[in-house]
């Protein structure tokens, strides 16, 4: 990692390795858009928030690892920690779940954890809740019934539980988003 490389060259640097590692990646909604645009979203709302920088470059990074899995050349916690630092690739991975698990476990994790979280990883959890909730509310997947978003909804509310408290403004911005999310899936029922 070049330790002279400018705070902006080093944000660039990491939309750039974003953008390359989700380059054939889709959102699962109706939109199908882009995946890059999950991470974009999730690093702007860190950045917007006053998070440290260290948990926005992580914001635009915490799906690669997850994500390359099937990748010709996956993206590993080394890799991060020799692109971007032992404290991005720390964050990125206090935010991975462990994909050998069944998902309901990793989903139980991720609540029972949460409250143990470093404050930069509650950040970027809670930041990665909110753009998820967004994309629940404006283009839900084909596929997830009005039950399913209402279960998704519930269980990002319960993990958000255990992450607050670290950036009150985030809080406040998962709030209102929670109780839009929930609001439009009343008015659906």
Known sequence: METQASPSALLLRAAVFAARVHAGHRRKGDAAEPYVNHVLEVAQILAEHGAPPEAVLAGLLHDTVEDSDNDPEPVTHATLVTEFGEA????????????????????????????????????????????????????????????????????????AAGLKGANPTLDRLFETTYREAVGRLAAEA
């Open 88 to 159: 991005v690739a720390g964050l990125v991975a206090e935010a991975t779940d462990d994909k050998s698990l069944p998902k309901e476990a990793r989903k139980a994790l991720q609540v029972k954890h949460a409250p143990g979280r470093s404050a930069a990883a509650k950040m970027l959890k809670l930041a990665d809740k909110i753009s998820n909730l967004r994309a629940i509310t404006a283009s839900p997947p084909a596929n997830w019934d009005h039950a399913r978003r209402v279960e998704y909804v519930g269980w990002a509310g319960r993990v």
